[in-house]
């Protein structure tokens, strides 16, 4: 073995702590994303499942490959970079509702719903939340996923940076599962 390879597996092994999951990274990250984003408002989990379903349209704000792996019940998936100008076609589903937004641990949701609640109100939404921890938080709560209508209990990591904060690695998945 070079020297070279010595250095990198030995610089690897030594920054391998860095890797693990922190108890509460998801909170950290939380922080920084509502000191980034004064305006949105978030809520917990617990908040979204005690609300009502029918009052309430669940916005995934993820790429479609995230989206097709899994997502909350009921989740209907627009475009991270959705303007204003973009969500009239979601007026009907928006009116008279909840809108609460996610993504993986909350960071394109809270910037969609920076960028759009004002959008969302005018549609007729009673109020536009970001869901904390997004669905990451969510999957390590064990909380219910679904694929086309059926039960699941994977999610898609984004990439493997973040993919770190999902504490059950057997329950990554980049592809869909087969049925």
């Not at 984003?37 to 309430?56: F, G």
Request: with cysteine.
């Amino acid at each position: 073995m070079t020297i070279r390879a010595l250095l990198c597996a030995s610089t690897l092994a030594s920054a391998a702590p860095a890797f693990a999951v922190e108890q509460d990274a998801l909170d950290k990250i939380h922080a920084k994303i509502e000191a980034s984003r004064p305006d949105v408002e978030h809520l917990t989990a617990d908040d979204l499942q005690a609300m009502d379903p029918a009052s309430v349209i669940l916005l995934d704000v993820r790429e479609p490959r995230e989206y097709e792996v899994s997502r909350l019940p009921g989740a209907v998936r627009i475009d991270p970079d959705s303007e204003p100008g973009d969500l009239a076609a979601l007026a009907d589903a928006v009116a008279g509702k909840t809108v609460v937004l996610y993504c993986s641990v909350g960071r394109r949701s809270s910037d969609l719903a920076d960028r759009n609640a004002e959008a969302f109100r005018a549609l007729g939404a009673e109020g536009v939340y970001n869901l904390e921890g997004g669905v990451f938080r969510w999957a390590n709560e064990r909380r219910p996923l679904e694929r086309d209508g059926a039960a699941t209990d994977v999610v898609h990591p984004y990439n493997w940076w973040w993919g770190r904060l999902i504490e059950d690695r057997s329950i990554v998945r980049y592809e869909p599962e087969n049925r």
